[in-house]
């Protein structure tokens, strides 16, 4: 490993190789599972799994309902690995070891990435359990000059300077929408904006209010990172935030968001979204590969 911050091609493929010679299975589709949302990769038939502290070179999570394993598997016949727990900025990990999964994910031969957080609504129309498809993404950090693409450029995963418009992949998000209406979801599905801040405070109502009047309709403390570097080397990205809590606008609003509501919405529609997510990667156009 180089300095702390910098890490290079051969410590990903390094990581990538162990987990190679570990598991059967060739992953094309990688899940993030968001905060209490690692029930999804409970769907997985023929496990293997491995947890981050066995696996070298990957970083440890720390946050309560983020339980630190990578799972990998099949859904409907089709290789996924899932990871039960992501990073975090605000955990102390600079944003190349919050990404660090995404790009050993591309070198494992993953070609899809499905991200999922838990989010606070601050569209005045959405409702606790909602679950928002995500359109874009307002990457705070990265305005503000954190990226994970800081540094020396790696060409071999991408370019320097990458375009980032139409990144949440429009054919997934079609598909999405109708396997909702299939499903009978529609009523609390909804397609929005992403704002991903640092945490790990939630917003003051300032910041809420100019948080919307931005444009964003949920926000949440990840997924931006990992997108951006899954999108900088070649990969199809879909996104699911999971509506938690209402972010307090009003000054008159005496309610109080708390990690641990955020945990319960998750765990009430922990049902729905794997069923969601299952029938999504049954759908994928991909053939799998084994070793
Ligand atoms: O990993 P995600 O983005 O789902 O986690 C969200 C943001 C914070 O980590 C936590 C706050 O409750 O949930
Ligand atoms: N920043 C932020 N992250 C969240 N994660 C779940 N709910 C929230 C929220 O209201 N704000």
Redesign the pocket.
């Known amino acids: 490993m180089h300095s702390k911050e910098q890490i290079c091609h051969d410590d990903y493929q390094k990581t990538a190789d162990w987990i190679l010679s570990q598991t059967q299975h060739r992953p094309k589709v990688a899940i993030i599972c968001g ?1 209490g949302l690692g029930m999804l990769a409970d769907a997985l038939k023929l496990q293997d799994s491995f947890h981050y502290s066995d696996i070298p070179g990957f970083p440890q999570s720390t946050v309560q309902g983020h339980a630190g394993r990578l799972v990998f598997g099949e859904l409907k016949g089709k290789t996924c690995v899932c990871m039960q727990g992501r990073f975090h900025m605000y955990e102390g990990h600079s944003l190349c070891k919050v990404t660090f999964p995404v790009r050993v994910f591309k070198l494992l031969g993953v070609e899809t990435l499905i991200v999922t ?4 609504a601050l569209a005045d129309g959405y409702c606790n359990g909602d679950i928002m498809i995500i359109r874009d993404h307002i990457n705070m950090p990265g305005l503000a000059g954190l990226n994970p693409l800081n540094g020396p450029n790696d060409d071999k995963f991408g370019p320097r300077f990458p375009p980032m418009s139409g990144v949440y992949d429009k054919d997934l998000r079609r598909l999405a929408k109708d396997i909702c209406k299939s499903l009978g979801y529609s009523q609390f599905v909804q397609e929005g904006v992403y704002c991903m ?1 640092g ?1 790990p405070n ?2 003051s109502i300032a910041e809420a209010r100019f948080l919307h009047k931005l444009g964003a309709d949920a ?3 990840s997924t931006a990172p990992e997108v951006l570097v899954a999108s900088h080397c070649g990969m199809k990205v879909f996104g699911l935030s999971l509506i ?2 209402k ?1 307090v606008k009003d000054y008159d609003d005496t309610e109080k ?1 708390n990690h641990e509501g ?1 945990l319960g919405v998750s765990k009430m529609r922990s049902e729905t979204l794997q069923t969601l997510v299952t029938e999504l990667v049954s759908r994928l156009d991909i053939n799998n590969n084994t070793a």
Do not use: C, I, K, P
């Open positions: 905060s957080n838990a989010a606070g801040v945490g939630f917003e926000v949440g403390m938690t809590n972010v968001v955020v």
